[in-house]
Each structure stands twice: as structure tokens, then as C-alpha cells.
Nanobody
Framework: QVQLVESGGGLVQAGGSLRLSCAAS????????MGWYRQARGKQRELVAV????????NYADSVKGRFTISRDNAKNTVYLQMNNLKPEDTAVYYC???????????????WGQGTQVTVSS
């Protein structure tokens, strides 16, 4: 059973930093794209950042460019999100997402973490 477990959320003042981690566990053949999404209260879930399997290609939402950095450690099956210069509008539940191929004979499935709350006070 594949699971994604997030950590690192919390309460921080505006201008501060947080680092989120998401570790994939269980039996799997390969992890393709990994990413972070967020959902603020009353709003739809939105993409924050994604990183491909090789780690060389990333994509960010315009609202976080220059402030957030996504990275991954393939040896640890873990993706990170370094968030700097946080703003109150970054307050949301952050979800980890991964496309995981469990066995070589099946196409990848999409998995989600349970979410971690990030609150930025003004």
C-alpha cells in the first residue's frame, strides 16, 4: 500500500520560512512527477509546484515564483518545498501529490498525502 506522508507545516509570521517534506512509502516500481498543491478555505485546490522524476525540470505557480523552491531526493522517495518570504495569502492546507507506478505492468496512479496546514500571520 503506497502512502504519502507530509510534515513541516505550522504557524509562521509573514516574511518567515517553512520547509515541507513528503515521503512516499510502500512497494513501488517508480515515482514519476511529484508536486505540491494547496487549498485555502473556500477556494479550489491549486497547483503550487511540480518536479519531474529526474529533478531537472520544475514548474511553479506565478504567485510563488522566486519565493518557493521544490526539490526531491529520489533515494529517499521524498519531495520538499522550501517556502521563503511567506505571505498571509499563502495560508492553506498543502497537499503532496505523486504519480507512482506500483508495478512495471501498470500505468502510474495518482496519490495524495493527507495535507498539512500552513498558516501565515500578518
Amino acid at each position: 500500500q503506497v502512502q504519502l506522508v507530509e510534515s513541516g507545516g505550522g504557524l509562521v509570521q509573514a516574511g518567515g520560512s517553512l520547509r515541507l517534506s513528503c515521503a512516499a512509502s510502500g512497494s513501488m516500481f517508480r515515482i514519476n512527477t511529484m508536486g505540491w498543491y494547496r487549498q485555502a478555505r473556500g477556494k479550489q485546490r491549486e497547483l503550487v509546484a511540480v518536479i519531474v522524476s529526474g529533478g531537472g525540470s520544475t514548474n511553479y505557480a506565478d504567485s510563488v515564483k522566486g519565493r518557493f523552491t521544490i526539490s526531491r531526493d529520489n533515494a529517499k522517495n521524498t519531495v520538499y518545498l522550501q517556502m521563503n518570504n511567506l505571505k498571509p495569502e499563502d495560508t492553506a492546507v498543502y497537499y503532496c501529490n505523486a504519480q507512482i507506478q506500483v508495478v512495471v505492468t501498470r500505468p502510474p496512479d495518482v496519490y495524495w498525502g493527507q495535507g498539512t496546514q500552513v498558516t501565515v500571520s500578518s
